[in-house]
Nanobody
Framework: QVQLQESGPGLVKPSQTLSLTCTVSGGSITAILYYWNWIRQPPGKGLEWMGSIGYGGGTYYSPSLKSRTSISRDTSKNQFTLQLSSVTPEDTAVYYC??????????????????RGQGTQVTVSS
């Protein structure tokens, strides 16, 4: 059973870059047809798909976040990483990493991603 775990700082200052890592166990991030996603949920708001990196290393981003988002991977560590630059308090959210079979851009429920991390709270504040 694949397991995912987010890690990174829980507090980031405005204008800085938020960096989170997802460590995957029980399955390879290069496995054919799987995509590795970052999703977030701000307080009191719905889920937002931020972007993903595919099994071949291709990256896909939400148009609204594309200018500030970068997703990369380290296949030797079976990890993938999110970087979100120039953060503001509006980027405060619970951030999830998740696996999908195929590219999914429209997130309605976390149940769409049965293989996902538990989520990590990131607060943007000075």
């Amino acid at each position: 059973q694949v397991q995912l775990q987010e890690s990174g700082p829980g507090l980031v200052k405005p204008s800085q870059t938020l960096s989170l890592t997802c460590t995957v166990s029980g399955g390879s991030i290069t496995a054919i047809l799987y995509y590795w996603n970052w999703i977030r949920q701000p307080p009191g708001k719905g889920l937002e798909w931020m972007g993903s990196i595919g099994y071949g290393g291709g990256t896909y981003y939400s148009p609204s976040l594309k200018s500030r988002t970068s997703i990369s991977r380290d296949t030797s560590k079976n990890q993938f990483t999110l970087q979100l630059s120039s953060v503001t308090p509006e980027d405060t959210a619970v951030y999830y990493c998740a696996r999908s079979r195929g590219l999914i851009r429209d997130v309605r429920s976390l149940t769409d991603f049965p293989s996902r991390g538990q989520g990590t709270q990131v607060t943007v504040s000075s």
